[in-house]
T-cell receptor, first 115, second 113 residues
Framework: SAVISQKPSRDICQRGTSLTIQCQVD?????MFWYRQQPGQSLTLIAT?????????ESGFVIDKFPISRPNLTFSTLTVSNMSPEDSSIYLC????????????FGEGSRLTVL | AQSVSQHNHHVILSEAASLELGCNYS??????LFWYVQYPGQHLQLLLK??????LVKGIKGFEAEFIKSKFSFNLRKPSVQWRDTAECFC???????????FGSGTRLQVQP
């Protein structure tokens, strides 16, 4: 298993600003992903964080809005740029070993409120 | 593309009642199936998973799920729920090549003492 830590755990942000969320895993994981969970809704995949290269984004998400870094196997960041109230959400980091079971481990999430 | 449907959005049960939550997925290939749970104020945790073998899988805390390939279903069951089972339950699927999970909309399970 893997323990995933995120910070900040929550923040209140002003419209038009940007915020970077950090994700640290206590062991090396092959796969890392960023999800968004909007109020009362399920988890939506934002992107796959690729080590040492550009992230792979899902439909509806773009690098300019959600730049992602992953410099090594245990750390990743997600930036939410030029925030608007619609970006208010919980952002979750997840990781997996890549073994055939496909299980992912999740952090506790970063709850962002944009005013 | 994969999709997951959870038809029960909010389920309210009394303690000791039996539970069955529906989950259907749409994907024609080989899949891995999961149920995750999110207790109030806690992070997502894996309840159980299926990737091959016996279609009836047992997870933690007395939960089980049955994979029925012909029905594209992976329903979650528990014979007798407890108050501490109150949580948000998510069904998820991944294919064997792509490791990212696709989640259903979630079911809010509320167990009344």
């Amino acid at each position: 298993s893997a323990v995933i830590s995120q910070k900040p755990s929550r923040d209140i942000c002003q419209r038009g600003t940007s915020l970077t969320i950090q994700c640290q895993v206590d062991s090396q994981v092959t796969m890392m992903f960023w999800y968004r969970q909007q109020p009362g809704q399920s988890l939506t995949l934002i992107a796959t964080a690729n080590q040492g290269s550009e992230a792979t984004y899902e439909s509806g998400f773009v690098i300019d809005k959600f730049p992602i870094s992953r410099p090594n196997l245990t750390f990743s960041t997600l930036t939410v740029s030029n925030m608007s109230p619609e970006d208010s959400s919980i952002y979750l980091c997840s990781g997996g070993s890549g073994m055939n079971t496909g299980e992912l481990f999740f952090g506790e999430g970063s709850r962002l409120t944009v005013l | 593309a994969q999709s997951v449907s959870q038809h029960n959005h909010h389920v309210i049960l009394s303690e000791a009642a039996s539970l069955e939550l529906g989950c259907n997925y749409s994907y024609g290939g080989t899949v891995n199936l999961f149920w995750y749970v999110q207790y109030p104020g806690q992070h997502l945790q894996l309840l159980l998973k299926y990737f091959s073998g016996d279609p009836l899988v047992k997870g933690i805390k007395g939960f089980e799920a049955e994979f029925i390939k012909s029905k594209f279903s992976f329903n979650l069951r528990k014979p007798s729920v407890q108050w501490r089972d109150t949580a948000e339950c998510f069904c998820a699927v991944s294919d064997t090549g792509r490791r990212a999970l696709t989640f259903g909309s979630g079911t809010r399970l509320q167990v009344q003492p």
